[in-house]
């Protein structure tokens, strides 16, 4: 089994200083995806939990989503934005194949001495960012991180296909890593990647194995999709047994940890995950139903509501559960200490 760090590292624990999210004004409701596809909101709301979710304007990209969550979470942490030393941007849906969207956020929100980039772990993304992020703390390599979790999934999503447009939402959330002060900031993680997997979740085109032609774009191959059923079944697996690592790694039991923030993908999942763990419903930040899956961005939010409205409380043990395309999952064990 996964060892706990040995003691006397040296590397210097790191914890969530800030946080910030944006979701574009417009609501999509289940009622409104009556119209779109052959839908109900019955079915919708049975299945998955979801009743409405936000979908940006057409001149609103993933880097705008992710700005405005950047400038909200530096504004928390009360630092400015040329203060940032490293800046990583977690999203599927970039504004461009390439440059990152982190130098795109950098640009808009004048983080000038930050270096930027990309990482692209789907729904796992915000977690691998923070967990990527949280290494140049600890080895002393910067000072400081903001990590962005951005997504306008609306538009890979394909209006035509019922099984996976009533799913997704589009936001941004964000958080500002800083040295801990007191306590252990991240006190332990266990992430966890099956590419063999791949094929259940994907984009098919657009990248180099099938570059954009006509054909792909008549066979609608820019678009999500996704096999429900077998990511479903993955999804639960996973959450719960990194959970469990994280949790062994930190030497601390699942009825220590106050709050645990799924990746809000399905009410059904988180259901299926807390009934697996033996924790009760009530203790797990939920708002799938008014975002639906915001993939990157999904447990940044739901970290970012649980702060601000008093839920969590300095010194609470906070776990972070993801899963995502790739496949990737992960789990990551926090003890908040906001203050300054
Ligand atoms: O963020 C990445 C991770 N993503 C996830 O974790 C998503 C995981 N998967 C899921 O959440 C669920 O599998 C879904 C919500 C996608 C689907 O739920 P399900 O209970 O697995 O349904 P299903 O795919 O087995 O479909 C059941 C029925 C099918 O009809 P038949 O074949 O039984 O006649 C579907 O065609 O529901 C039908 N269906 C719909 N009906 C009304 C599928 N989508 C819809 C829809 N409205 N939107």
Redesign the pocket.
């Given at each position: 089994m996964n060892a706990p760090p040995p003691a006397g590292s040296t590397l210097r624990p790191v914890r969530i200083a800030g946080t910030g999210a944006y979701a574009p004004a417009h609501v999509l409701t289940n009622r409104d995806l009556e119209k779109i596809?052959?839908?109900?909101d019955q079915?919708?709301v049975e299945?998955?939990g979801m009743r409405e979710r936000r979908i940006a304007a057409e001149n609103e990209a993933a880097s705008d989503l992710g700005a405005e969550a950047a400038r909200r979470a530096l504004a928390d942490a009360g630092m400015a934005a040329t203060d940032v030393q490293l800046l990583l941007a977690a999203t599927i849906t970039p504004d461009y194949p390439f440059p990152n969207t982190g130098c795109i956020i950098q640009s808009k929100i004048g983080a000038r001495h930050a270096f930027c980039m990309g990482l692209e772990a789907?729904?796992s993304g915000f977690v691998y960012a923070v967990e990527t992020a949280r290494h140049f703390i600890a080895t002393g390599t910067v000072e400081n991180a903001l990590v962005v979790g951005t997504e306008k999934m609306s538009s890979i999503l394909d209006w035509t296909d019922?099984?996976t447009c009533?799913?997704f939402g589009d936001g941004a959330g964000a958080a500002v890593l800083r040295p801990a002060k007191r306590g252990r900031g991240v006190v332990a993680s266990a992430l966890g990647s099956d590419g063999s997997l791949s094929d259940l979740?994907l984009i098919p085109a657009g990248g180099s194995r099938r570059p954009t032609s006509e054909a792909t774009v008549a066979a609608r191959e820019h678009y999500l999709r996704?096999n429900?059923?077998e990511?479903?079944k993955h999804?639960v697996t996973h959450m719960v047994r990194s959970a469990r690592t994280a949790l062994h790694r930190a030497g601390v039991v699942i009825s220590d940890v106050r709050w645990i923030i799924p990746?809000q993908?399905?009410m059904?999942?988180i259901r299926a995950v807390a009934e697996r763990l033996g924790v009760p419903l009530e203790r797990f930040v939920i708002n799938v139903e008014r975002y639906g899956?915001t993939?990157g961005a999904s447990v940044a939010i739901a970290l970012d509501e649980a702060a601000r409205d008093g839920r969590i409380r300095d010194g609470d043990l906070v776990l972070m559960l993801v899963?995502?395309?790739g496949f990737t999952w992960g789990a990551m064990l926090l003890e908040w200490e906001k203050g300054s």
């Open positions: 596809v052959t839908t109900t079915w919708i299945r998955t789907a729904c019922r099984t009533v799913l979740l996704m429900g059923r990511v479903f999804a990746h993908a399905n059904r999942i899956n993939s899963f995502g395309g």
